[in-house]
């Protein structure tokens, strides 16, 4: 059973066309959820990290929140320089410091 | 740069050849994370050093396979008789490691290419 699920696959948008990615979990006891960019052939890049249901943080046009069984990353006005694929990790349990990844979101945004 | 910083950036080997990763982690970090990557997948953990103490092996890692971290500064990850099947992106990451704080930041990985 998958613990994290990531939605859409992908992703097409215009330049300035917002829209919202989506991250849903089955898991109990969670520890953290994480968010990262990843541009091809490249490490992960972090960006956000949600510890609470209601919990939301910003950064430029993007802006993470969580609620008891999914994360949102809303993407306000997207430029072409947004585009890659967008990972959701989690960090549940007891003392496992491991993030458990969902398979992505590949965001384009066409100018 | 302060980033984590992994070597070498890419390998091609022959199937049954042992190679060996080097990552080196933020100064003052003292966790150490591998992970490994397929096209299409998210990174799947591997294993977690806590200083020199490796704290957490996935069952991912199979005997052929070993990571050290022998002063709780840079770590390698060494395959031995490679194989097809592990062909990825091998990540390393690390994190400051204080309670309630795991934000792992990542290097650049090593792709690593088995003929």
């Known amino acids: 059973e998958d613990q994290v699920t990531q939605s859409p696959e992908a992703l097409r948008l215009q330049e300035g066309e917002s829209s919202s990615l989506n991250c849903s979990y089955t898991v109990s006891g969670l520890r953290g959820l994480f968010w990262y960019r990843q541009d091809p052939g490249k490490g992960p890049e972090f960006l956000f990290t949600l510890y609470s249901a209601g919990e939301e943080k910003e950064k430029e046009r993007l802006k993470a929140t969580l609620t008891k069984k999914e994360s949102f990353l809303h993407i306000t006005a997207p430029k072409p320089e947004d585009s890659a694929t967008y990972l959701c990790?989690?960090?549940?349990?007891?003392?496992?410091?491991?993030?458990?990844f969902g398979t992505g979101t590949l965001l384009a945004v066409q100018p | 740069d302060t980033g984590v910083s992994q070597d070498p950036r890419h390998k091609i080997t022959k199937r049954g050849q042992n190679v060996t990763f080097r990552c080196d982690p933020i100064?003052?970090?003292?966790?150490l994370y591998w992970y490994r990557q397929t096209l299409g997948q998210g990174p799947e953990f591997l294993t977690y050093?806590?200083?020199?103490?490796?704290?957490?092996k996935s069952r991912l890692l199979s005997d052929r396979f070993s990571a050290e971290r022998p002063k709780g500064s840079f770590s390698t990850l060494e395959i031995q008789r490679t194989e097809q099947g592990d062909s990825a992106m091998y990540l390393c990451?690390?994190?400051?490691?204080?309670?309630?704080?795991?934000?792992?930041?990542f290097g650049p990985g090593t792709r690593l290419t088995v003929l």
């Open positions: 050093f806590q200083n020199e103490a490796q704290l957490e």
């Open positions: 100064s003052e970090h003292n966790r």
């Open positions: 990451a690390s994190s400051l490691g204080l309670a309630g704080n795991n934000e792992q930041f």
């Open positions: 990790a989690l960090r549940y349990g007891g003392a496992t410091n491991k993030l458990i």
